[in-house]
């Protein structure tokens, strides 16, 4: 038999190209929405250098994971795709406030600055806000509710880049035109580079069914991306659109109003069923998601047709809602060695949905090796985790938390992570195993016994049953916490005192006044001890510098596996690898081996008195 693949074809896409071309490396073609049109299973799109402002919407995907469709930019060369358009022509107003009038007819059929973010659980704050944005050589500005505030900006004094926010720009629609203002603190941008976003996404096919997709190597940027709540369609700067076995990989990925990638739901299973549902003003919006995942229960949610991606060594910043997210769509999937920051950094919106990562339903998915910082919060997994682990992760830095557990039943596993921002964990969740962490900042426990929510047969999206969440059913070992001598938040495990399910804690280790719990066996209290922690950035290398004493590193632990763990109790299924295999936490964040006469407290294998400084990342 012949394969696909012995007929499979490379088109290139070149700026000096015609659509019209076959697009051979000699004739290529000139839109990367050409090169769509030709290509199918086992084909290759190359991109080569230049910036590329379309949607690039597959009309076909592979066959299987070695047969797909793969988009890369040409190797060493400097490939953009933009959601956003340049602008001339502006006009001085005053104040250094220019404008632009651009006829409607600009946009096409989307105007950004006529649609406003909206959906289930944003919050907007009292004032409208568009989904399109102004850049000024690459860097946004400020969204203004009224053209008096970008004539006399006041500085958002709550973010981190005060200066910045006095950079803004305010819109005006009618039937013909579109009116930008927009104040360049004295810069003219007749002489630099003004871009707005003028596309909903940059990579997204239209329908779903488009399954086996590599996107490799690009820069993405700059498009009006809308708020993607669980419950509505969520379409990102990259999105897979309800489809299986895409990798992303080698990206950067910045500059969306709201999301970076989603590997989310479609909209036919309902689209912000709460904000739009006004017969049932009264319903909450958990009730309305919990139809929303038995609408795609009912929509071929399974293994054979949804999930399975790889989204990896991606650089994924400046977007104010996630930098990945998905509901439902990222089951089985792997998330590694990503970098992710600046996220929710303009903070002018709020909401339910704000984080480095945020999934909904993440089953069998391995989250590991990514550096989150500078978020609102790092990870947030939020409804139905089972079969999750979440291991050898960078936090630091973030606003909220570093890792929020929410509603899940578990089992869920989170392991040799380095923790370092004020709150480290907020788990509302049962049926999580918690082991060889460090862990600098706050621990939060608490139930949720309002919410019924969904678990499921193990390593399958086949529903067992739902329930509320009661606290408890965790297993935490071998964990280092360090505190700070600020009395006014608990540092260590005391949260769990008052756990409501029975939890197994032991062989861990505190220090800096960090407090074991009460149901705490055969704590390292080294509560005078202060380690030292301090993070430093060089570039794009982080390092860890720590000091451990004597009797820190002598204090030892037991290998953590599967007959260990045990099962979770609401779900019934064991504490192990996503293909059922038995789990073994037998290495480090290094991915260092550890032997069963050498367990040491927190993330590092090999412990040695005095001070260390380790790289990170």
């Not at 299973?41 to 009309?59: F, Q, S």
């Not at 022509?89 to 989307?110: A, E, M, T």
């Not at 990638?261 to 998601?289: A, F, M, P, Q």
């Not at 795609?296 to 999930?307: D, L, P």
Request: overall charge neutral; proline content about 4%.
């Amino acid at each position: 038999m012949i394969s696909f693949c012995s007929f499979s074809k490379e088109y290139h896409v070149a700026k000096n190209g015609s659509d019209s071309n076959e697009g051979s490396s000699g004739r290529p073609v000139q839109t990367i929405s050409a090169a769509v049109k030709l290509a199918y299973p086992g084909d290759t799109i190359t991109v080569h250098t230049g910036t590329y402002r379309e949607w690039v919407n597959p009309l076909r995907g592979g066959n299987s994971d070695s047969n797909r469709i793969v988009y890369r930019a040409a190797l060493g060369e400097k490939v953009q795709i933009k959601g956003s358009e340049v602008v001339t022509g502006w006009k001085r107003v005053q104040n250094g406030v220019w404008k632009v009038i651009l006829p409607n007819s600009f946009f096409g059929d989307y105007n950004p600055y006529k649609d406003s973010i909206n959906g289930d659980w944003f919050i907007d704050r009292g004032r409208l806000h568009h989904t399109g944005e102004v850049f000024f050589n690459g860097k946004s500005l400020f969204e203004k509710e009224t053209l008096a505030k970008v004539l006399n900006p006041v500085a958002m004094q709550e973010i981190k880049d005060v200066q910045s926010s006095l950079s803004t720009w305010y819109c005006e629609s009618d039937e013909k035109n579109t009116t930008i203002w927009a104040n360049f603190q004295g810069e003219d941008p007749n002489k630099a580079l003004v871009e707005i976003t003028t596309r909903r996404t940059c990579f997204y096919p239209q329908k779903p069914g488009i399954n086996y997709i590599t996107i490799s190597g690009f820069s993405i940027s700059q498009a009006a991306t809308q708020w993607a709540a669980p419950t509505a369609e969520q379409v990102g700067m990259v999105a897979t659109h309800w489809n299986k076995g895409w990798i992303i990989e080698n990206n950067i990925i910045s500059d969306s109003k709201c999301n970076g990638i989603t590997l989310g739901k479609e909209r036919s299973t309902g689209h912000n069923v709460w904000t739009t549902d006004k017969e049932n003003v009264n319903r909450d919006g958990n009730i309305h998601y919990i139809e929303v995942i038995f609408n795609v229960v009912r929509n071929n949610w399974n293994k054979e047709m949804i999930g399975s991606h790889i989204v990896r060594n991606n650089r994924i910043f400046n977007c104010e809602q996630t930098g990945i997210c998905g509901s439902m769509g990222a089951v089985f999937s792997t998330i590694e060695n990503n970098h992710i920051y600046n996220i929710w950094v303009k903070r002018q919106f709020d909401g339910a949905e704000i984080s480095g990562i945020k999934f909904h339903a993440p089953i069998d998915v391995t989250i590991r090796k990514n550096k989150i910082h500078d978020s609102a919060r790092g990870i947030w997994l939020d409804w139905m985790t089972q079969g999750t682990r979440v291991s050898r992760n960078l936090f630091y830095n973030n606003a909220k938390q570093d890792l929020w557990l929410e509603v899940n039943h578990g089992p869920y596993i989170v392991d040799n992570n380095i923790f370092l921002s004020s709150e480290a964990i907020n788990n509302q969740s049962d049926g999580g195993a918690y082991i060889h962490n460090l862990i600098q900042g706050v621990v939060v426990v608490r139930p949720d016994l309002n919410r019924f929510t969904p678990y499921f047969l193990p390593h399958s999206i086949d529903v067992k049953g739902l329930t509320t969440i009661f606290g408890g059913d965790d297993r935490v070992y071998n964990n280092l916490f360090i505190g700070n001598d600020k009395p006014e938040r608990t540092h260590g495990l005391e949260a769990y005192n008052t756990a409501k399910l029975p939890v197994w804690i032991e062989n861990n280790v505190y220090c800096n006044h960090a407090k074991p719990s009460l149901k705490d066996l055969m704590p390292g209290n080294y509560s005078a001890y202060n380690p030292d922690i301090k993070l430093v950035e060089l570039g794009d290398e982080t390092f860890l510098h720590i000091t451990f004493d004597q009797e820190l590193s002598s204090q030892k632990g037991k290998m953590i596996t599967t007959d260990l763990l045990g099962k979770a109790k609401v779900s019934k299924a064991l504490f192990e690898n996503p293909d059922g295999t038995v789990l073994a936490i037998d290495t480090d964040y290094f991915g260092n081996s550890r032997t069963a006469d050498k367990i040491f407290a927190g993330p590092f294998a090999n412990v040695k008195p005095g001070k260390v400084v380790l790289k990170v990342w």
